[in-house]
């Protein structure tokens, strides 16, 4: 099992542009999340969903929108990037049982300048 | 308010000896989970221990154990035997259950260095 991958690794961005960050599980995983990774203040939820056609808000959803059309993959997109969207991104997802600990992917580092 | 809070922005420890890294958090909801990830160099974040509010003992996994004080709403992480590839950043999460759905709130963090 590959667990769960993101795609891609890196990413540099002018800002305006916009693009399109992959994740795909394979462990047949309900739950799926996006978090962002910044110094000093952990992981905070963008965007989650809890199945096929689901998404819903987190902490941080301004200048990022989700789609989940297919169970396995979760896409985060960023429309119009803004050097305030610099950050590591993070994928995870869970089996939603009662301890519904997270299986994260390895990160993506964007850049946006 | 912060609803889980880290202290110790970096920790040194010893190789071998024991350390442990303070978690405190902050909720209403009776109904609750605990957890402990840990995020190598290498960046991806890995899921190590898990106390539910309801549990009567302590977690345990091998060489980590939850120190869980639930009316100081504290959970911390001791690590025994320290090792070298323990070198890392510890976070601490919370997953409110009654009121918080599957969000999973995390701590700033705790660098760990493992001295040999």
């Known amino acids: 099992n590959a667990g769960v991958t993101q795609t891609p690794k890196f990413r540099v961005l002018k800002t305006g542009q916009s693009m399109t960050l992959l994740c795909a599980q394979d462990?047949?995983?309900?739950?799926m999340y996006w978090y962002r990774q910044d110094p000093g203040m952990g992981l905070r939820l963008i965007h989650y969903s809890v199945g096929e056609g689901t998404t819903a808000k987190g902490e941080v959803p301004d200048g990022y929108n989700v789609s989940r059309l297919k169970k396995q993959n979760f896409l985060l997109g960023l429309e119009s990037a803004a050097p305030s969207q610099t950050s590591v991104y993070f994928c995870?997802?869970?089996?939603?049982?009662?301890?519904?600990?997270?299986?994260f992917g390895p990160g993506t580092r964007l850049t946006v300048t | 308010a912060q609803k889980i809070t880290q202290t110790q922005p970096g920790m040194f420890v010893q190789e071998k000896e024991a350390v442990t890294l303070d978690c405190t958090y902050d909720t209403s909801d009776p109904s609750y989970g605990l957890f402990w990830y840990k995020q190598p160099s290498s960046g991806e974040m890995i899921f190590l221990i898990y106390q539910g509010s309801y549990d009567q003992q302590n977690a345990t996994e091998g060489r980590y154990s939850l120190n869980f004080q639930k009316a100081r709403k504290s959970a911390n992480l001791v690590i025994s035997a320290s090792q070298l590839g323990d070198s890392a950043m510890y976070f601490c999460a919370m997953r409110e259950i009654n009121t918080g759905g599957f969000k999973t709130i995390f701590g700033a963090g705790t660098r760990l260095f493992v001295k040999a």
């Open positions: 462990m047949n995983h309900e739950y």
């Open positions: 995870a997802s869970s089996t939603g049982g009662q301890v519904n600990e997270q299986y």
